[in-house]
T-cell receptor
Framework: DQQVKQNSPSLSVQEGRISILNCDYT??????FLWYKKYPAEGPTFLIS?????DKNEDGRFTVFLNKSAKHLSLHIVPSQPGDSAVYFC????????????FGGGTRLMVKP | KAGVTQTPRYLIKTRGQQVTLSCSPI?????VSWYQQTPGQGLQFLFE???????NKGNFPGRFSGRQFSNSRSEMNVSTLELGDSALYLC??????????????FGPGTRLLVL
């Protein structure tokens, strides 16, 4: 049972345009959501997070939106740069589960110059 | 501040052997979690240690174990290795455990190949 899903395995975007990566979850106990970026053979790098009490969080070019009723979150990257090309994972944490993260399967983003 | 470090970075073992991986968290961080990444199963939680106590355990067999030392450094051990244990093993650290907005920071991982 996949509690966190990223339905698009890959996404291709032109440099300068917006990249939108999506993530759906099923567990209503999740209360904190994170996005990580990962290059091959490296550990995930933290990008941005959002608490379930908010619906938007912004950090520079990165914005995360949370729609609790739809159990959906998205990461917007504006403008996209070739260096953003990587695999992006969304992760969720639930109350009472310590720091255990449940990850989605990842979306490979390719930003073309 | 130095990031999370993991040793060794690469390891080759044969079936039936055992292996120990090490993780040093960011200075001041007391929670260490371990994850396994494979092409088929993605990133999966193994266990979390906080103040030398296992706080959570994922759905892995008992061959996977870990411990944490008083300086917060952690080791994980896999006994009787199987081919399916070939994976990237990631360690993540955070300041506390159980608080809502607690972000984990990952190390570079240990790539284990079981032949």
């Amino acid at each position: 049972d996949q509690q966190v899903k990223q339905n698009s395995p890959s996404l291709s975007v032109q440099e300068g345009r917006i990249s939108i990566l999506n993530c759906d979850y099923t567990n209503s106990m999740f209360d904190y959501f994170l996005w990580y970026k990962k290059y091959p053979a490296e550990g995930p790098t933290f990008l941005i997070s959002i608490s379930s009490i908010k619906d938007k969080n912004e950090d520079g070019r990165f914005t995360v939106f949370l729609n609790k009723s739809a159990k959906h979150l998205s990461l917007h990257i504006v403008p996209s740069q070739p260096g953003d090309s990587a695999v992006y994972f969304c992760a969720a944490k639930g109350s009472g589960a310590g720091n255990m993260l449940t990850f989605g399967g990842g979306t490979r983003l390719m930003v073309k110059p | 501040k130095a990031g999370v470090t993991q040793t060794p970075r690469y390891l080759i073992k044969t079936r039936g052997q055992q292996v120990t991986l090490s993780c040093s968290p960011i200075s001041g961080h007391r929670s260490v979690s371990w994850y396994q990444q494979t092409p088929g199963q993605g990133l999966q939680f193994l266990f979390e240690y906080f103040s030398e106590t296992q706080r959570n355990k994922g759905n892995f067999p008992g061959r996977f174990s870990g411990r944490q030392f008083s300086n917060s450094r952690s080791e994980m051990n896999v006994s009787t290795l199987e081919l399916g244990d070939s994976a990237l093993y990631l360690c993540a650290s955070s300041l506390r455990s159980g608080t809502v907005q607690e972000t984990q920071y990952f190390g570079p991982g240990t790539r284990l190949l079981v032949l």
